[in-house]
């Protein structure tokens, strides 16, 4: 019998990532995967209603509700465990991870629109111009596990595209989400869910022997 891996996206606004998912999980890309519950700190954003369409029950964990974000973090990592969450996807989501990467160590998935180390330290929305000042011939995407803070972690996989002279802030940004970003995505999920992903010290091996 085929045991499910049980999994939660979190998302704010951006909707990307999450269609990506929804649209693997329809095409029965990911093996032995289950989206189990979509969790984001607002109600009514586009993400919230991709996944209402998809059949995926969503659910708001509201920031303004709790005195701070570690109580909120501690909330989303309460409803997480009330569902029996297996593996969290960061789908989007901009808020601090706070206490969920104690309860899920190597069990939080996410990705970044750069190929770290490069630009590790510039924020996210300013990344792409960033790369273009500094005049980057290559770039690309990067999956990885989230460590205990909640930030890029071991790396699973990362890909690169080039950048081209002609590319804006804007162009850029949606080559490396259409190209990098989703596809690195579905792929680190189909990875961890044939148990091909294992850990030694910091570093991330993908084996052949799937489970």
């Known amino acids: 019998m085929t045991v499910l891996v049980r999994a939660a996206a979190l998302v704010s606004g951006d909707v990307s990532k999450l269609q990506a998912i929804l649209d693997a999980v329809y095409f029965k890309e990911i093996p032995n995967f289950e989206l189990v519950a979509v969790i984001s700190p607002e109600r009514n954003t586009k ?12 659910f708001v964990v509201d920031p303004e ?8 973090s501690m909330a989303v990592a309460n409803k997480l465990r009330d569902m029996d969450i297996d593996l969290v996807i960061l ?17 939080i998935v996410g ?8 630009f590790e330290e510039v924020p996210e929305g300013e ?3 960033a790369i273009l000042e500094r005049g980057v011939k290559i770039t690309g995407a990067t999956a990885y596990f989230a460590d ?14 080039t950048v081209y ?6 162009t850029l940004r949606s080559r490396v989400t259409e190209e990098a970003e989703c596809k690195l995505m ?10 091909r992903l294992s850990h030694h010290g910091n570093r991330v091996f993908i084996t052949g022997e799937k489970k």
């Open 47 to 58: 993400a919230m209603k991709r996944a209402a369409g998809a059949g995926v029950p969503a």
């Open 165 to 170: 002279p002609e590319d804006t802030p804007g």
């Open 148 to 161: 205990n803070d909640g930030m890029v972690g071991s790396i699973i996989q990362q890909k690169a595209i």
């Open 111 to 118: 990705t970044c629109p750069c190929l770290i180390p490069a």
């Open 91 to 107: 789908a989007g989501y901009n808020l601090e991870l706070g206490v969920i990467p104690f309860q899920y160590k190597n069990r």
């Open 65 to 72: 509700l709790f005195p701070n974000m570690t109580s909120h």
């Open 186 to 195: 579905i792929e680190a999920l189909s990875l961890y869910c044939q148990g």
């Open 127 to 129: 990344v792409f111009q």
